[in-house]
């Protein structure tokens, strides 16, 4: 079938042509603003550089990120056209009194009420319009049902609350940052961050910059006859449009396997909704995205294959350009006891099949990319501000696309609005670095909601078929796994999340024999990768299971099951790795929650229990290197540099407070930076692993800062290494030592028998070391607000018939708001592990490993119902 997209109709009218002046008080000034614009929001941050507002999902006004004081009342700006705001009185945080500023950013700092910070400028702004309101009897519960129109993804609102509450109440803080491991002292940068000081990339302003946007495919599976730019090129403002002829380089990018398409070509086929055509070059972003809307393609569309099954039968066609197979990856072993005769000499046996759903991350942030070229001749460079979560990796691939030596390309993380694996792939990176170089001017390429919903990578959606028993004691007897992920188009790390499934399928558990195969497998429907959890949780909740279902034909408790099992120091885990020390915190969660789990029983709330563990690091053989350099400048500030990216998780926070103890100094002197000056950085800020590598990295800096006298002017270089894993299912190995930490956790989920909500969360986690405290809490409060949505409502499906995605709002993804989340109680167990600087474990990601499954745990004591499928409670 051939469809010709003709967009010549479409209305080129030019975004920036004079239109009838708008006059208004702002932040206390009058001002005029001349040029046309979709709203105030883009008023505030397209003419008059104001840009506390900010951006996440205009002109929707489901994020609550650009919330302004329009004549008193909070609205969100994205969603006020400039003829309603004539003669108003606008404010935004720039213009509120510098003693309520203060208040506000010191309850913040000090309550730990932020993690990336994108959204908390907006949530101020809210919050002091119900404070302007109601003074000292706002209290959390009462602002919590104000929140509705605002999302945050990484705090689970308990530490905001606590903040918004204790300006309301006049209490004054006076917080600082901790010099010490342990020290529970404000996050680096809180103060700008929540005052929205600190930019992020689409904050950034240069002159001449100009502005990309990219016009993306119609059909996820169709070959590409032709491309005609030529309405677009002729459209107002635009200064050039390209197309992969333009590539002077590599065509195809990627984590592991370079096969995704920095562009799709004429001739070639696209596989995604989220591939690119074409990119736009404008000088005002209205102008590009008008213009982008002016490509027209012309496809000759295939039927998209969509169901992962189907896809691995062998008439099955390839769904994906410049691949020869729908199988991604297979992962597979086996341990101990044939399994068919220990499954059939167990006492007790459950043969289920669980499946698990897509989900989009929803980080407030969407991607954002600027480019800045430089010098003439041989002499030129690039230099890109990146919010990625592995800026050597975007710098290598940038500089193949361009055909440079990756000399002369230069990625300067900007600590991204939140990310959970969603920005480790690459999204508008190249595409901004190939305008700009192509130009040689600043070009900027900010998505829009609905763009970053199509391009970047998901959490898979796995189908999970479990085979289990046990004796009559309830002793795990045997296990039997086939997992199928549906890993979308491209590669991007669907085979490792595949991998840790695989991995992680026994859960914290001994078992006599097991048998497991995981299968990622290629589709056209939206990609996935990685996401907090990183195939570890879609596994235990299947694993969680058939725990529970094996503990009720035994009869004995759920907590009681897991005692008999819970693996211990010296036993063979799972693919046959002999656990040390630190395998500990899997017993010690358990016990430490116990208290709480019989009073809970004895109260007669419906209860929920699980365990689970999480490794920490890349592990499977990878050689993981950290490096950081300790620099003193001749004013006494400390430059500490390192590869790691700040997304809210406190990677900077971590990195100032071992430097700050090991040198013995004032951590107010302290910088810490992210570039690709320095060759500090191997692979992605992934896998729970930036704590434990930066901290050793940094702690080695400051070993050789100290040895050397701490001379100003001279780079320190630390080094921290991990070579100990080997790879699952080696069979040249007999005990492998798949990864070298994991974390622990015990969660306990209370569902009211009354009303049938879950009331409270009680999280007890083992961290090896909290090096922050106030962060750790934080970081399990978001995971267990991620982990409710992820268990009850969240879901991203695809269309089957097309392979686009079917929600494509912020709020039909089913985040849960700040009125739906119940009490989280959180309790930190410390069981240091080996050979880990400080004893750290992480705790990035198995905040939500345990939560589903408690879910449906506590669900099936309310109602008697076994749930094997997510979310649970989608439409109701």
């Known amino acids: 079938m051939t469809e010709i997209v003709d967009h010549t109709s479409a209305s080129a009218t030019d975004p920036g042509d004079a239109v009838e002046p708008t006059t208004f008080m702002l932040n206390g000034t009058e001002v005029t603003v001349r040029r046309r614009h979709p709203h105030l929001l883009s008023a505030l941050r397209e003419e008059l550089d104001v840009t506390s507002p900010k951006d996440g999902c205009s002109p929707s006004g489901q994020c609550g990120c650009c919330t302004v004081l329009i004549d008193g009342k909070a609205v969100v700006s994205c969603q006020q056209p400039m003829a309603k705001i004539a003669g108003s009185t606008v404010v935004t945080l720039e213009g509120v009194d510098e003693s309520e500023r203060t208040a506000f ?54 530490k905001v609350l606590d903040a918004i509450e204790a300006v ?11 010099a010490e491991i342990g020290g529970r002292g404000s996050k680096y940068q809180a103060a700008e961050l929540t005052l929205g000081d600190r930019d992020y990339i689409d904050d950034l302003r240069l002159p001449g910059m100009l502005h990309a946007a990219l016009h993306l495919t119609a059909h996820t599976r169709a070959d590409i006859t032709s491309i005609d730019t030529s309405a677009a090129t002729a459209a107002p403002g635009v200064v050039e449009v390209f197309t992969a002829a333009d590539l002077p380089g590599e065509l195809r990018v990627g984590l592991i396997h370079k096969d995704w398409p920095v562009m799709i070509p004429v001739g070639g086929t696209t596989s995604y909704a989220g591939d690119v055509l074409a990119i736009v070059v404008a000088e005002t972003r209205e102008q590009a995205r008008a213009a982008a ?75 954002s990319t600027l480019a800045v070229p430089s010098g003439h001749g041989s002499d030129r460079s690039l230099y890109v501000y990146s919010g990625g979560q592995g800026v050597w990796d975007d710098r290598n691939d940038i500089a193949a696309v361009l055909a440079l030596d990756p000399s002369r390309v230069t990625v300067e993380l900007v600590s991204n609005g939140g990310a959970f694996g969603g920005k480790e792939d690459m999204s508008n990176q190249a595409h901004a670095a190939l305008a700009a170089w192509l130009l040689d001017r600043p070009v900027k390429c900010t998505l829009s909601r609905e763009e970053s919903f199509v391009m970047h990578a998901k959490r898979h959606p796995i189908r999970l078929e479990y085979w ?3 004796d009559a004691d309830g002793h795990l007897t045997a296990l039997k796994v086939r997992g199928i992920g549906d890993s979308g188009a491209y590669a991007s790390v669907g085979m490792k999340v595949l991998e840790r499934a695989a991995g992680h399928a026994c859960g914290p558990y001994r078992w006599g024999a097991l048998d497991v195969e995981t299968i990622a497998v290629r589709t056209n429907n939206p990609i996935c990768g990685a996401f907090r959890g990183f195939g570890a949780n879609q596994a235990q909740f299947a694993t969680e299971g058939v725990l529970d279902r094996l503990a009720e034909r035994v ?197 009211d028998r009354d009303s049938g909500g879950v009331s409270k969360v009680v999280a007890v986690h083992d961290v090896g070391r909290a090096v922050n405290p106030t962060l750790v809490e934080g970081q399990v409060e978001g995971s267990v607000h991620m982990g409710l949505g992820y268990a009850l409502t969240e879901d991203f499906p695809a269309d089957p018939d097309t392979g686009f995605p079917t929600n494509m709002t912020l709020r039909s993804l089913g985040i849960l708001r700040a009125k739906d989340v119940p009490e989280i109680e959180v309790h930190l167990v410390e069981v240091p592990q080996p050979r880990s600087p400080f004893g750290i474990k992480g705790v990035g990601e198995i905040g939500l490993v345990p939560t589903a499954p408690a879910v449906a745990a506590a669900l099936h004591d309310l109602d008697g119902e076994w749930r094997s499928s997510l979310p649970m409670r989608r439409d109701g």
């Open 105 to 158: 950013a010191e309850a913040f700092a000090a309550c730990g009420g932020l993690q990336c910070g994108f959204c908390i400028p907006g949530i101020v702004m809210r919050a002091k319009a119900q404070i302007d309101k109601k003074g000292a009897d706002l209290t959390r519960a009462k602002m919590a049902p104000h929140l509705g129109a605002h999302l945050c993804r990484c705090t689970g609102y308990v």
């Open 168 to 178: 309301a109440q006049g209490r004054s803080f006076t917080p600082e940052l901790s």
């Open 293 to 367: 809307e002016l490509v027209e393609v012309t496809y000759d569309v295939r039927q998209p294959v969509t169901d992962p099954v189907a896809a691995l039968e062998p008439d099955s066609p390839i769904s994906v350009w410049g691949t020869d197979s729908n199988v991604l990856s297979t992962s597979a072993y086996t341990r101990g006891d044939p399994f068919d005769d220990a499954f059939a000499d167990s006492a007790h046996t459950v043969h289920e099949v669980f499946t698990t759903q897509r989900i989009e991350h929803a980080f407030l942030e969407p991607e």
């Open 468 to 470: 289990a028993g046990c």
């Open 555 to 751: 009869g004995i408790s759920s907590w009681e099951m897991r005692k008999r099992n819970v693996v211990r120091p010296g036993d063979e885990w799972g693919p046959g790795q002999i656990m040390d020390d630190g395998a500990g915190g899997a017993e010690a969660c358990l016990d430490a929650i116990k208290p709480a789990y019989d009073a809970a029983l004895e109260s007669g709330v419906a209860v929920g229990l699980g365990l689970g563990l999480k490794n920490s690091g890349l592990g499977n053989g990878f050689r993981e290197v950290s490096k950081a350099v300790v620099r003193l400048r001749d004013d006494g500030t400390i430059e500490v540099r390192h590869g790691w990216t700040e997304m809210g998780q406190g990677v900077h926070t971590v990195a100032l407070q071992v430097a700050a103890q090991e040198l013995g100094v004032d951590p107010a002197r302290i910088e810490v930076i992210v570039d690709t000056t320095r060759e500090l950085g191997f692979g992605q800020t992934t896998g729970s692993r930036g704590t434990l590598m930066v901290a050793g990295s940094v702690e080695q800096a400051c070993a050789a800062a100290l040895e050397g006298g701490c001379e100003p002017g001279v780079d320190y270089e630390g080094e921290y290494v991990v070579d100990w894993t080997q790879k699952l299912g080696d069979p040249s190995v007999l005990n492998p030592t798949i990864h070298a930490v994991f974390s622990y956790a015990a969660q306990m989920v209370l569902v």
